[in-house]
T-cell receptor
Framework: SAVISQKPSRDICQRGTSLTIQCQVD?????MFWYRQQPGQSLTLIAT?????????ESGFVIDKFPISRPNLTFSTLTVSNMSPEDSSIYLC????????????FGDGTRLSIL | AQKVTQAQTEISVVEKEDVTLDCVYE???????LFWYKQPPSGELVFLIR??????QNEISGRYSWNFQKSTSSFNFTITASQVVDSAVYFC???????????????FGTGTLLAVQP
């Protein structure tokens, strides 16, 4: 499976600031996704990162808060904007090659704490 | 609507015991895919297995086995002779087939925390 590198692995940020998380894959992939995992919770899909076009956001998530870029088939970024303590979570990038019957593979995640 | 239920929030066993993690799903689609993932304390999510809705064969991989039963909408995961290294959160997930170019999402259960005591 693809090797997924996510940076930073963790960060502590001040309220009101923004942080951009990068996801780099070692091969071209069809689909890239961004998830949030709040402390002790399951994973929730934020959006599907579409190559060359605007991301597709899930209900409850908006572009102004979580802008996403995907300039090519191996790279995507997620920005968490105007952060508040409620944004403290693990943010995970995942990739999938091909059809929905294929598994998603995940990066190691970014542990974000907001003071 | 799609839904995945993992009723067991936490399970604690002693090493070498067998343990079964339950997963019940809901979907209106006739074609769907089920997955199990492991999340150890280090945090990374590791893919374990995929099962297609039209393939009800059970599967065994070493100490791991999976029992898929469409009649009860269940996809249970059994670890035989558990080891301390099996301690992790285990997630069951559901994906429906994507048609018409639509991208579909992976719906996760709430996870089961397995603690294997030495």
């Amino acid at each position: 499976s693809a090797v997924i590198s996510q940076k930073p692995s963790r960060d502590i940020c001040q309220r009101g600031t923004s942080l951009t998380i990068q996801c780099q894959v070692d091969s071209q992939v069809t689909m890239m996704f961004w998830y949030r995992q709040q402390p002790g919770q399951s994973l929730t899909l934020i959006a599907t990162a579409n190559q060359g076009s605007e991301a597709t956001y899930e209900s409850g998530f908006v572009i102004d808060k979580f802008p996403i870029s995907r300039p090519n088939l191996t790279f995507s970024t997620l920005t968490v904007s105007n952060m508040s303590p409620e944004d403290s979570s693990i943010y995970l990038c995942s990739v999938r090659q091909g059809h929905s019957n294929q598994p998603q593979h995940f990066g190691d995640g970014t542990r974000l704490s907001i003071l | 609507a799609q839904k995945v239920t993992q009723a067991q929030t936490e399970i604690s066993v002693v090493e070498k015991e067998d343990v079964t993690l339950d997963c019940v799903y809901e979907t209106r689609d006739t074609t769907y895919y089920l997955f199990w993932y492991k999340q150890p304390p280090s945090g990374e999510l590791v893919f374990l297995i995929r099962r297609n809705s039209f393939d009800e064969q059970n599967e065994i991989s070493g100490r791991y086995s999976w029992n898929f039963q469409k009649s009860t909408s269940s996809f249970n995961f059994t670890i035989t002779a558990s080891q301390v290294v099996d301690s992790a959160v285990y997630f069951c997930a559901l994906s429906e087939a994507a048609y018409g170019g639509a991208t579909n999402k992976l719906i996760f259960g709430t996870g089961t925390l397995l603690a294997v005591q030495p």
